[in-house]
């Protein structure tokens, strides 16, 4: 079992910046991971994620602002948010995928951009 906590979330106002950290308990050597956020009342949505190998993709709504990076020797993930708007508000969950198809969740932080 793999614990994943996320941290870093809070209040900023319009065009600020903010990271995200999802550190993990165990390895994260060969992941793919992920950050998802959810609004209340709809789904959880993909917003980036970084292949084993460091490929990245973004959703349309993140890409040129949001850049996801992993540091595997000290098990962590990161969601560098820039220029954010305020419909970037919502809570931000990290994902991790393993070989054996195991997923993990963190327990999410709740990242809000005032106008």
């Known amino acids: 079992q793999v614990q994943l906590v996320e941290s870093g979330g809070g209040l900023v106002q319009a065009g600020g910046s903010l990271r995200l950290s999802c550190a993990a308990s165990?390895?994260?050597?060969?992941?793919?991971a992920a950050w998802y956020r959810q609004v209340p009342g709809k789904q959880r949505d993909l917003v980036a994620v970084?292949?084993?190998?460091?490929?990245?993709n973004y959703a349309d709504s993140v890409k040129g602002r949001f850049t996801i990076s992993r540091d595997n020797p000290k098990n962590t993930v990161y969601l560098q948010m820039n220029s954010l708007k305020p419909e970037d508000t919502a809570v931000y969950y990290c994902?991790?995928?393993?070989?054996?198809?195991?997923?993990?969740w963190g327990q999410g932080t709740q990242v809000t951009v005032s106008s």
């Open positions: 994902k991790l995928t393993y070989y054996s198809s195991l997923q993990y």
């Open positions: 970084i292949s084993r190998g460091g490929t990245t």
């Open positions: 165990g390895s994260i050597f060969g992941t793919i």
